[in-house]
Structures are given as C-alpha cells and as structure tokens.
C-alpha cells in the first residue's frame, strides 16, 4: 500500500453565528494514509538501578533516626514513623515503594526534597533532612497530627472554617509560585488539618521547579525525571491525580501554574459545595472524558461572589485563570464583604436589583391607583411608564451582549442571572413586560453562549406573546425570529426554517414584500436554507435581500456586507470558487471600513474568506485571514465561546493541512473543550472538531484514539443530520482510509463504498466530494493488486475533479502523484513521467 493517498477538502456547515449571518466550519479528508502503525518506543521495566531492596526499614537506624513502625503505604510512596534520638522528636520518613526505586524516581525524591527546601512556609510541611540509605533514599518530614482534608470533606466542614481553609491553600500556591514551584498534584489528600484548623500542604513530589531547573548542577537530575515523566505520558498515563486535574495536564501537556489554580477551583467547589466538581463514583476511563472536557458539575448554593471566582478558576483556557494571587486577593475582599465594592461588575448588580425593585414597586403602585380610579386613561399612562422604564432596564442589561460589550461581557452575567430569577417570579402579573424582558435577556445569554439558558427564556417569551397577542403580531415575529437564531446555533435547522418563515410573513403582511424587515429576514432565511444544502432556494432568498438593501441603505452599509457574505458561502459551498472569493473579499472589505468597526462581525467575515482560500490552496493567505479572526472573535466574544472554538477548528484544520500537527492537535481540543461545556455534547459543531481531530490522530499513527473520534463524529452527524447526510459520507470516508491504513482493506473497502454511495445520491455524481470518493477508492484497489478496478475509478475521479481544481492545486499534484504509482505498477512508465510532470510541486504540504 502506498503512504501517498489523500482525500482533501471537503466543505462543511457549522451553526449560525452571533449575527446569525453564515459561517461554516472547515471539515477535510485524511491526508497520506500510511502503513500498519509502528509500535511505539517501549521502555525496560527498571532503570538499571541495580541496587539491593530491603523488603523494610522497621527496626533500622538511620543516622540518628530510629524507624519505629510503617504509617501507610501508596502508589508510589511509603511512610514511617521514626525517632529523632538526637533532637528527641517524631518525625515522618518518606521512602519509595520497592518497584519505584529506579534513578529516576530517587531523582524525584531528592527533587522534592530541594523544592521543600526553598518552601519553608508554616503552612507546608517542613523538611527536616535527607538520608540516603543502602536500598533507598528517605525524606525526614515533619510529623502533622490531625487528618487530610478528605477526610475532613467526608465528616462534614464548618462554614467559618471553609474559607479559611480556602484562604490558606491559596496562600500557599503564592509562596509556592512566587518560588517557581509548581505543585502538579494538589488535591484533598494531599492537604492536612491540624487540630487547631490549620492548613499543611503535602507531597511536592512531582512539583515542577523553574529554579531548580535553572541550576547546572542540578540539571542532570531534572533532565532524567522529565524525560521519565514524558516516557509516562506516552504511555498513556500522566503525573497527577485524574480528578483534580486540569484538562491540560490530563492531556499530558505543559502544567503551569493555571494549572494549579485550576485544581484549586475544584478543591474549592468540592469545599464550598460538599459535592466533587466531576462526581468520584466513575471509572478513570469515563471520568477522562469530563475532565478533558472540564465538564463539571453546576455550582450552586454559595455566595455569588465566590462562585465567580471559582468559575473563574475553572475557566478551559489556563490565560483566562486568575493568578494564585489574585486567588488569594478576592478571598480576602469576599471575606472581608466591604460594604463599599470596588468593582464594576457588583456595582453593575447592584444598579440592576435597585433598578428592578423600582420598577416592580412603580407597577405595583399604578395597578393599585388604576383599579381605585377605574381609569382608563390612567391605565394607559401607567402602560407606558412601565414601558419606558423596561426599556431602561433592557439597555442596562444589554451590557452584557458580547456584541457590544467586545469581549467585557462575561463580567455582566450576575446581572443577568439575578434579573432573569427577578423577572420570572414577581412580573408574574405582567406577562407581556415579562415577555419583552425575556426575549431581550434571551439573546443576551445565546451570545454568551449560555444556550440552555437562552432556550428557555426564548420559548417562554414567544409563549406568552402567542397566547396573548393576535397572530399577526410584530411581538410574535420578534419572538420567533430570536428562537429561530437560537435553533440554528443548535443545528435544528426544519425548526429555525419554520420560525423564519412565521417571522416573513407577518412582516411581510405588515411592512409589504419589499420592505428592509422582509429583506433582513430573508438573509437569515438564506443562512437556514444553506445549513440544509438547499442551495438553490438560499441564493434566491438573499439575492432578494441583496437587492432590497443595496436600494435602501447603498453598497457599503453592514447589512449589505452580511448579505454578500451569504451569497459567498453559498457559493462556496457548491465549488463556485471564483464566483465565491469576490463576494466574500468585499463582505470583508465592507466591515473594514465601517465608521464603527464591529469585532464580531469583522471576524466572521475574515472566517469565510479564509476558508475560501484555503480550499484554493493559498495557504498563507488563509492563515493570515484566522488568525486575525481569532484576534477579533476574543476581543468580541472572550476566550471560551463556541465563536471562538469555531474559530480554532478553521486554524487547526488548517494546520493539519500544513502538516502542523501538534497546533492542530492543541487547537481542536481547545475546541472541543469549549464546545462540550457550552453547547453539550450532541451539537455537530463538536463532530467538526471530533472528525479533524481523528484525522490529526491517524497521522501520527494513534489510531485507537483516531478511531474513538470518527465513531463519535459519526453518531453525532448521524443524530443531527440524519443517516443519509453528507456529513455522516464524509466521516465513513475518512473512517475508510483508517482501515485501508491498518490493512483492513474488507472493512476499507465497505466504507468507502458506503460514502461513494451516499454522496452520489446526496451531492450528485459530478460533485468533488465523488471525485475524491472514486480517487480513494482508486488507491486502495492499486493497492491491493486490482490495477484494473483502480484504472476505471482513476479514470471517473479525474473526470469530475479536473473540471474543478487548477492543475496546480495542492490537492491535485498529490493526486497525480498518487496516480504515476498506480501507472508504474502497471508498466506504464512514460505516462507515470508525464502524471509527474505535471505535479512538479511535491504535493499536499
């Protein structure tokens, strides 16, 4: 079998974005399939070390430490009791366990012992000595009398004791960090409580030290310990308890010290709450998952405050932590509860709840004046203030709308989260206030990506609207358009077209056909129709937009921009590629040059153009494109927004194309991250990242987890879309080349077929994805000896993608290559020289 067989670019389609104009995620084919996968490098059970192990140390004396009896033993370590003759004090030993007294593990004994040298704190246990014996080294620790913080969580915590808890655990991550110390493995059990409440951190024996690693003398050592922790994570396993980790380090990459915060911010949850932040009744395999994905339990019942500081600390991406001091800096203010706060967020809560309590209190006192009176006019008076003062409140709370607020937005969910629980309980009386405000604080949490949230105040607005408005309403146009953005987030495209069209005819039937209400609804019709690949019914939607918006507002104005980026996806996503690159470079130009330049929607321009030069193979140009739409969807959005998740999909895959795959790898996982916290795990835009990820994965030969990834692409797709679906072609393609690359050439040969079959019927038999089909196909009967079969399926595949890409494209130079094979094999040698002639440029990159 050949290691030059490639299936490239398919299109793909994501959720609609903030501005519900198109945006679709980047989805490509494998590159080279490969052989069977080497083995990876294995490692001798022991280190040569070939020391003697005594079975135990009770009874001996060392130096002047008389070791009385054994204390507990654990995976690594074990623990005795000893007696200082000399200074007549208790002391704790710590040794390796007999299988784990290898020079790299006494590296990292020794290693702990310096650390804990540098980190005389009277909230870290202390280190008296360091002794080396015949059959292993021993740290002399101080002895702690009282229990772990486990067992503490376990017997129950009081309150005035939590935070001082909470306090001198950050306090101790100040000191450590300050030092360059990183802890790698903070957890309860590592954590003890002295009788008097008093916190000691333990077990520094896979910190990591800047310090330490800086001095030359000291080198070899770290050198040796890192290179057997690497050793580890290839392995499989990674240095730190599963459950208290950070989804960085259970990926085994670099910990930092946000790595540590992290660990701290479920210490606290679990602290604060009772409850562990991941649940500990699972297995490490099903617990994996949750923590990669940082998908932990709601935090409830504490003070608002401290749950935002712990979320926080729990943010996916470590720069969006806090610092250990700022930790310990808020706590300190939390405990203090100044009755003058400093901060912009609380004074914005604070304003909200004053300006609520008015609100309620104003109705309240004209209902009362309006039934005494039996007033009409004075029912209509007391109407209209209320709404007024709604409108207030809907401009305060649209503070907290990313699109305005550039990426400060987060800062304003208090906000939202009290005012939402307000409205809900004491407008009661006021459905149709209640509605308006729902609706308004509805899309605020869907750009936010906070969508579960979003859903249910959408679904009641547009409720209550129905229920109590006649049907032609613009309030139940208004509704329904704000659901219908929300279904297409969430891929429920025949429910977003059927919000739409309720939408379009009631403006329709109140402003006429031609009207910029009509028209702006078309544009997001356009944008449902094209999720559906209805291309031809999206195009005439929003060339009828187009046409009504270059009229009324001119050929620069945003919401001309958004509609020609519409146009361009649409015609993206057929191949139109020269028709598409002019339309999506102008919607670009367009938000450049706005008087009020908007990030969000600058970005998703930037986002399509991008993709379209991607698929034109001007890599560079693509590159520059996402990574400035990265730059403008954080500023809009902040970090850990699906927004931006999509936009890490586009880079990485990208990447993956250039053959940056450890970019690719960390920016699909960032992704998906991101994706599984906000969404939920059954939203296609997760099955992208899943799908581009399996593909890093069976490049680098990691076809176990490559494999994991296409099934769970697949059954997301298959959910979603359908069984019938260019998606789910897409992923039994590449599920395909997985086969064909391990020598299951039966199954590779069955699922590629299967996805020939389904993109023949779905995408028609002219369309590049069959080319790309039909060229796969090719290379695995080539390689199986089939030369006849793989020259007819040769022949179609150059029939359908000849017509489409440049001969100079990435893709079709590795096709040809791939093809010169096929022609040597079968002695046709002049034409394999002519096939690589004319793919003089080496290929995919």
Same mark, same amino acid.
């Given at each position: 079998m050949s290691d030059e067989a490639t299936k490239p670019g398919a299109g793909s389609e994501s959720s609609e974005p903030a501005d519900a104009s198109t945006e679709f995620l980047p989805t490509e084919y494998l590159g080279p399939p490969r052989l069977a996968a080497d083995p990876l490098p294995t490692r001798p059970a022991g280190d040569g070390d070939l020391r003697p192990r005594n079975p135990s140390p009770v009874g001996s004396t060392l130096g002047s430490i008389r070791v009385l009896e054994r204390l507990a033993m654990g995976g690594v370590g074990e623990l005795y009791l000893g007696y200082d003759e000399k200074l007549r004090r208790k002391v704790v030993l710590k040794a390796l366990r007999g299988d784990r007294r290898s020079r790299s593990w006494r590296a990292r004994l020794l290693r702990e012992a310096r650390i804990l040298s540098q980190l005389q704190d009277p909230k870290i246990c202390h280190i008296y000595g360091y002794v080396e014996g015949e059959a292993t080294d021993y740290l002399v620790l101080e002895l702690i009398e009282g229990r772990t913080l486990t067992q503490a969580l376990a017997e129950g915590i009081e309150p005035g004791l939590q935070m001082r808890i909470a306090q001198d655990l950050a306090e101790v991550l100040v000191k450590a960090h300050g030092r360059g110390v990183i802890h790698r493995d903070l957890k309860p059990g590592n954590v003890m409580l002295t009788h008097d409440g008093s916190v000691k951190v333990l077990d520094f024996g896979i910190a990591s030290s800047e310090e330490l690693g800086m001095r030359g003398g000291e080198r070899r050592d770290t050198d040796e310990l890192d290179t057997s922790d690497r050793m580890r994570t290839l392995a499989g396993a990674v240095l730190g308890t599963m459950a208290y980790m950070s989804p960085e380090q259970a990926r085994g990459e670099k910990v930092t010290a946000a790595s540590d915060v992290y660990s701290l911010g479920l210490m606290f949850q679990e602290l604060f709450t009772g409850e562990h932040p991941f649940g500990l009744d699972s297995s490490t395999e099903e617990l994996l998952p949750a923590v990669l994905a940082a998908n932990t339990r709601p935090l409830v019942g504490v003070d608002p405050d401290l749950a935002t500081l712990v979320r926080r600390m729990l943010a996916v991406a470590p720069e969006a932590r806090p610092t250990a001091a700022d930790v310990a800096e808020r706590l300190s203010w939390i405990r203090a509860k100044p009755r003058r706060r400093l901060r912009r967020i609380v004074v914005l809560a604070v304003t909200a709840?004053?300006?609520?309590?008015?609100?309620?209190?104003?109705?309240?006192?004209?209902?009362?004046?309006?039934?005494?009176?039996?007033?009409?006019?004075?029912? !209509?008076?007391?109407? /209209?203030?209320?709404?007024?003062?709604?409108?207030?409140? %809907? %401009?305060?709370?649209?503070?907290?709308?990313?699109?305005?607020?550039?990426?400060?937005?987060?800062?304003?969910?208090?906000?939202?989260?009290?005012?939402?629980?307000?409205?809900?309980?004491?407008?009661?009386? /006021?459905?149709?206030?209640?509605?308006?405000? @729902?609706? &308004? @604080?509805?899309?605020?949490?869907?750009? *936010?990506?906070?969508? $579960?949230?979003?859903?249910?105040?959408?679904?009641?607005? +547009?409720?209550?609207?129905?229920?109590?408005?006649?049907?032609?309403?613009? %309030?139940?146009? #208004?509704?329904?358009?704000?659901?219908?953005?929300? #279904?297409?987030?969430?891929?429920?495209? $025949?429910?977003?077209? =059927?919000?739409?069209?309720?939408? +379009?005819?009631?403006? /329709?039937?109140?402003?006429?056909?031609?009207?910029?209400?009509?028209? %702006?609804?078309?544009?997001? +019709? =356009?944008? !449902?129709?094209?999720?559906?690949?209805?291309?031809?019914?999206?195009?005439?939607?929003? /060339?009828?937009? +187009?046409? !009504?918006?270059?009229?009324? *507002?001119? &050929? #620069? $104005?945003?919401? &001309?921009?958004? &509609?020609?980026?519409?146009?361009?996806?649409?015609?993206?996503?057929?191949?139109?590629?020269d028709q598409a690159l002019p339309f999506l470079e102008r919607a670009t130009a367009i938000e450049r040059h706005r008087a009020q330049p908007n990030p969000a929607t600058l970005a998703l321009a930037l986002y399509n153009l991008g993709i379209a030069y991607a698929q034109l193979g001007r890599y560079d140009e693509a590159e520059a494109a996402y990574k400035e739409m990265l730059e403008n969807r954080r500023r809009a959005f902040g970090p850990d927004h699906p927004e931006v998740a999509k936009g890490e999909v586009a880079l990485a895959t990208l990447y993956r194309r250039l053959g940056r795959r450890p970019e690719a790898e960390a920016g699909l996982l960032r992704a998906i991250e991101i994706f599984e916290r906000s969404i939920g795990p059954g939203d296609q835009n997760l099955a992208f990242a899943a799908n581009n990820l399996a593909s890093v994965y069976l490049e680098e030969e990691r076809d176990d987890l490559a494999e994991s990834y296409y099934l769970k692409a697949q059954a997301i797709f298959e959910k979603v879309n359908g069984p019938e679906h260019p998606n789910v072609a897409m992923v039994l393609a590449n599920r395909g080349q997985l086969a064909w690359s391990v020598g299951r050439f039966d199954d590779a040969d069955r699922l590629l077929r299967q996805a020939l079959a389904l993109d023949e019927k779905l995408v028609g038999p002219e369309h590049t994805d069959v080319g790309w089909d039909l060229h796969v196909l090719a290379n695995l009967e080539r390689d199986r000896g089939r030369y006849a079969e793989a020259g007819e399926l040769y022949e179609r595949s150059f029939g359908i993608l000849d017509k489409v890409l440049a001969p100079d494209h990435p893709d079709m130079v590795t096709a040809r290559q791939e093809y010169a094979v096929y022609l040597r094999a079968v002695g046709r040698d002049d034409e394999a020289e002519r096939a690589e002639a004319a793919a003089p440029a080496g290929g995919d990159p």
């Open positions: 709840a004053l300006a609520l309590a008015g609100v309620f209190h104003l109705l309240r006192l004209r209902e009362e004046r309006n039934r005494a009176l039996e007033s009409e006019r004075r029912a !209509v008076e007391a109407r /209209q203030e209320a709404e007024e003062v709604v409108t207030f409140l %809907e %401009e305060m709370f649209e503070v907290s709308d990313p699109l305005r607020a550039h990426g400060e937005s987060i800062t304003a969910r208090e906000v939202l989260d009290r005012g939402a629980d307000r409205i809900g309980q004491e407008l009661a009386g /006021q459905p149709l206030v209640q509605a308006r405000l @729902m609706a &308004t @604080m509805g899309l605020v949490y869907r750009g *936010l990506g906070l969508y $579960d949230r979003a859903d249910e105040l959408l679904r009641h607005a +547009l409720e209550l609207r129905r229920s109590l408005l006649p049907p032609g309403s613009s %309030e139940i146009a #208004d509704s329904a358009h704000r659901l219908a953005l929300l #279904d297409y987030d969430l891929s429920r495209y $025949d429910e977003a077209e =059927a919000l739409h069209r309720e939408a +379009l005819a009631i403006h /329709q039937a109140i402003e006429g056909p031609d009207s910029r209400a009509v028209a %702006e609804e078309e544009r997001y +019709l =356009a944008a !449902v129709l094209l999720g559906q690949a209805r291309y031809d019914e999206a195009e005439v939607a929003a /060339q009828r937009a +187009l046409a !009504v918006f270059e009229r009324e *507002l001119g &050929t #620069d $104005d945003p919401m &001309t921009g958004a &509609t020609v980026r519409v146009l361009g996806g649409i015609y993206r996503r057929q191949e139109r590629y």
